[in-house]
C-alpha cells in the first residue's frame, strides 16, 4: 500500500480532513482517526484509537468515495460480515486479522456516505515485503516453516466455517512481533465465498490474482471453488517462501490468458531446478524430491488432483521441512487433533428456539464475554467500561483491580475454587477472587 499523495485533489482534501474526527461503528463503537497510514486504488488507511480518545492502536480502512460502486461495495461489506464471523467464537485465531466493528461515516460537505472497517493494527511487513528483501532467494528454512505452519493454522479455521478465501497470496499475509515473537496473520478477506452470502458474491472474477488463483477462479460462476482451492494458493506460496521464485510468475509483457494457460498446461514448479534454496535444502536432494511432489499436487490445474484439505497438505510437508531443519516434531499438530480450540461446534438445530427473559437488560454498555456460576446461579460478564454480575435478574457492576482496563478484556473464565479469570490484550491476565 503506498503512502498517500499531497491533497491536490478533492479526493486527496477529502482523506486528509477525516483525520482527527471520529467514526462510529455499528456496534456503537467509536474510533478517532489520526493518521494515514497509506492508500490504495479503492480506499484510505488510518491509524486511529479504539473507543476512547487515547485507547488503544486499531487501523480503519475507508472505502473512498470515487471507489464506491456496487461491486466494490459489496465486497467491503463481505470482508466485513465474513472477520465478524470469524471473530465470534471463544478463542478466535491468532493467525486471522481481527474484526472489531464496521459503519457508514457521513460527510456533511459534501453530503457523502464513506463505508468503514475497524481491524486490528499490526505492526509489521507483509510477507511480500520479506520475500522481496531476501533479494531472490528462500527464506530461512526454520523462519520459512514457522510462516506456513501459522497460514495454513489460518486457513483450516476458514475452511471449518465453510469459507473459502479465493485471495490468499504473500501480500495478504501480515508478520507482526508480539513479545518478540513472529506472528503470521491472514488478512483481505473481500473474495471469499461462503455459503451463508448471496450467491452473486461468487459470480465476479474480478481481483483473482495471477500465479496465485488457479484455473477455477476464471471459470463463469466459480462453481468448482471450493477449499482445494486455497490449497492451490497455499502451495504456490510455499514454492515461494522456499525458492525466492514465484511458482507461477506472470513475466512482463505477458498476457493474463497466457499466466493461466501455463497454469492449466505446463509443468508444475518444482524446487530441484533453481539454485535459490537455502543450503540446508539443497543439501537434501531426497527431500526436495518430495516437496516437488506435494507442491506439484498441491498446485494441480484439476481441483480433483489436489490435496483435499489444507490439513493434508500440510501433514505431508511439515515433516519433510523439519526434517531439513533437523528438528522433528514427533507430536502431531494441534490444528490436526480432535480437539480444535477453532472449531465449529454441531449442534442439532431444534424445530423451535424458545427465549424467556430472566431478567433487566444491562443497558449502560455492551458486554463482550461472559461466563456462567451455575454454583451462584450467576453470571458474570465484561462490556467495554466494566465488569458485571447477573444474580436475580439485576445485572451489578462489581469492583476490579486498579489498572485493569475493561476495554483490555477478551474472555472471562473460573476455576474450580469460584475464582473470576480475566484475560485479554497485551498479554492481560488476573484472577479475581471472592
Do not use: C
Not at 525458492?243 to 524446487?271: C, E, K, M, N, Y
Not at 506439484?296 to 510437508?317: C, F, K, M, N, Y
Not at 480450540?341 to 449442534?347: A, D, F, L, T, Y
Amino acid at each position: 500500500m503506498a503512502s498517500p499523495p499531497a491533497a491536490s485533489n478533492p479526493a486527496n482534501r477529502l482523506r486528509d480532513s477525516l483525520i482527527g474526527t471520529t467514526v462510529v461503528g455499528e456496534g456503537g463503537t467509536r474510533f478517532h482517526l489520526r493518521a494515514v497510514l497509506g492508500e490504495g486504488g479503492q480506499g484510505w488507511v488510518y491509524r486511529a484509537n479504539y473507543d476512547d480518545p487515547d485507547g488503544f492502536w486499531i487501523v480503519v480502512k475507508i472505502l473512498r468515495p470515487e471507489g464506491v460502486t456496487e461491486d466494490s461495495l459489496h465486497r467491503f461489506e463481505r470482508e466485513a460480515r465474513v472477520l465478524q464471523m470469524l471473530g465470534a467464537v471463544p478463542a478466535p485465531n491468532p493467525n486471522i486479522i481481527r474484526f472489531y466493528d464496521y459503519g457508514v461515516h457521513r460527510v456533511q460537505a459534501p453530503e457523502i456516505a464513506v463505508p468503514f472497517i475497524a481491524l486490528e493494527l499490526v505492526d509489521g511487513e507483509t510477507l511480500a515485503k520479506v520475500i522481496d528483501d531476501h533479494a531472490g532467494a528462500g527464506l530461512p528454512l526454520e523462519r520459512a516453516t514457522r510462516i506456513m505452519k501459522q497460514v495454513a493454522r489460518a486457513l483450516h479455521t476458514v475452511h471449518e466455517h465453510r469459507i473459502v478465501h479465493r485471495d490468499l497470496k504473500p501480500s495478504n499475509i501480515l508478520l507482526a512481533s508480539q513479545h518478540g515473537v513472529e506472528v503470521a496473520k491472514v488478512t483481505d478477506f473481500g473474495l471469499v465465498k461462503a455459503p451463508d452470502l448471496s450467491p452473486r458474491s461468487t459470480a465476479t472474477i474480478a481481483g483473482a490474482t495471477l500465479g496465485y488463483a488457479p484455473p477455477e477462479q476464471y471459470e463463469m460462476g466459480n462453481s468448482r471453488v471450493s477449499p482445494r482451492t486455497d490449497v492451490f494458493s497455499f502451495g504456490a506460496i510455499l514454492f515461494e517462501v522456499l525458492s525466492g521464485r514465484g511458482a507461477f510468475p506472470h513475466q512482463p509483457g505477458d498476457s493474463p490468458l497466457r499466466t493461466v494457460a501455463r497454469i492449466l498446461s505446463g509443468d508444475r514448479p518444482q524446487l530441484a531446478r533453481l539454485p535459490t534454496l537455502r543450503p540446508e535444502l539443497r543439501e537434501r536432494p531426497d527431500i526436495v524430491a518430495a516437496l516437488d511432489r506435494e507442491i506439484a499436487r498441491a498446485t494441480a490445474a484439476d481441483p480433483a488432483g489436489r490435496h483435499g484439505a489444507i490439513a493434508e497438505l500440510w501433514s505431508s510437508v511439515e515433516p519433510l521441512l523439519r526434517t531439513a531443519t533437523g528438528r522433528m516434531s514427533h507430536a502431531p499438530d494441534e490444528f490436526l487433533s480432535g480437539d480444535r480450540s477453532h472449531s465449529v461446534p454441531s449442534i442439532e438445530r431444534p424445530r423451535h428456539w424458545q427465549f424467556a427473559p430472566i431478567g433487566r437488560a444491562l443497558e449502560q454498555d455492551r458486554l463482550r464475554a461472559a461466563v456462567v456460576a451455575p454454583e451462584e446461579n450467576a453470571v458474570y460478564g465484561a462490556g467495554l467500561n466494566g465488569l458485571y454480575r447477573f444474580h436475580r435478574g439485576l445485572w451489578t457492576e462489581i469492583p476490579r483491580p486498579a489498572g485493569l482496563d475493561p476495554r483490555r478484556v477478551r474472555g472471562l473464565a473460573r476455576t474450580r475454587a469460584g475464582e473470576l479469570v480475566v484475560f485479554g490484550e497485551a498479554g492481560l491476565a488476573a484472577i479475581l477472587g471472592a
